[in-house]
């Protein structure tokens, strides 16, 4: 597969998915914590602005004992957000010129 289909192919599985609905069952809990991200449990913007994405993962963390899940976790994390940058091209980045 060429490389540019594999990302595109990987970016829309991610965008569908939902970090509550594949986070290990140790983190689920934090993702769920409204008090602890300051987000909907299914707003993965929200969730992966950095300082949310970032209190998100210490609780994973902390949360986990599992060194797979941790490790799961974080990778989750990096995709669905990853996916989410691209999926939200309106937001003001640019200038206007
Ligand atoms: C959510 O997180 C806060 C702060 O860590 C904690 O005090 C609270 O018990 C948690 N709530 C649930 C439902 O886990």
């Known amino acids: 597969m060429r490389p540019l289909l594999l990302l595109l192919l990987v970016a829309g599985v991610a965008a569908q998915s ?5 986070a290990p069952d140790c983190a689920v809990k934090c993702v769920r ?3 602890v991200t300051g987000c909907a ?3 993965n ?3 992966c602005a950095s300082t949310a994405q970032g209190v998100l993962l210490q609780c994973a963390l902390g949360a986990c004992d599992d060194e797979d899940d941790r490790n799961d976790m974080q ?3 990096g995709r669905v957000c990853a996916a989410v940058v691209r999926s939200f091209p309106e937001e003001p980045v ?3 010129c």
Request: proline share 0%.
């Open 18 to 22: 939902q970090l509550l609905n594949n």
């Open 75 to 77: 990778t989750l994390v």
């Open 94 to 96: 640019v200038c206007r």
């Open 45 to 47: 913007a929200c969730l």
């Open 41 to 43: 449990a299914t707003d």
């Open 33 to 35: 914590n409204t008090s």
